[in-house]
């Protein structure tokens, strides 16, 4: 899977996250950060849908219930965090949607933080894995500690 062809659309995704940062700084509740940055993406002329249902199944039945994700932006799922610290589930949540919707690419941003955090992920198909992404959106060997600097975005604003 060729992951490179989001890299544009992933920075300019970031670029508009950190000017929400920016603007709202760290700690607000996680549906502040959702508006604001579906409304920053808008004018900057990024198409973007906020909470976006994916459908669920069990057996072949469609279940009534249903997932929302965060901002779609063409085939990237974009998850909000307003969180103190990353945990594996909010991974796997974004994982899950991944899988759900077959997107390849996802970013999990958490703006909890006084540096705004984000990751990358890729979404295999074929394998039906996730991969954690470099920012030239290439596959992070596993060996490598996902604490890689270019995950923090610092605030030129503090």
Known sequence: M???QY???VYEIIGAAMSVHSELNWGLLE???QEALHLELKDRGIVN???QEVNCYYKHHLLDKKYKMDIVVDNIVIELKSVKELIPAHRAQLFNYMRLTKHPVGLLINFGCSCLQG?????D???NECYLLDRWMEIVPEDVDSDYEY????????
Do not use: F, L, S
């Open 7 to 9: 890299k544009d659309k």
């Open 151 to 158: 995950y923090q975005y610092e605030d030129t604003n503090d």
């Open 119 to 123: 990751e990358r992920y890729g979404y």
């Open 31 to 33: 549906p502040i950060y």
């Open 2 to 4: 060729d992951y490179k």
């Open 125 to 127: 198909p074929e394998t």
């Open 49 to 51: 849908e906020r909470e």
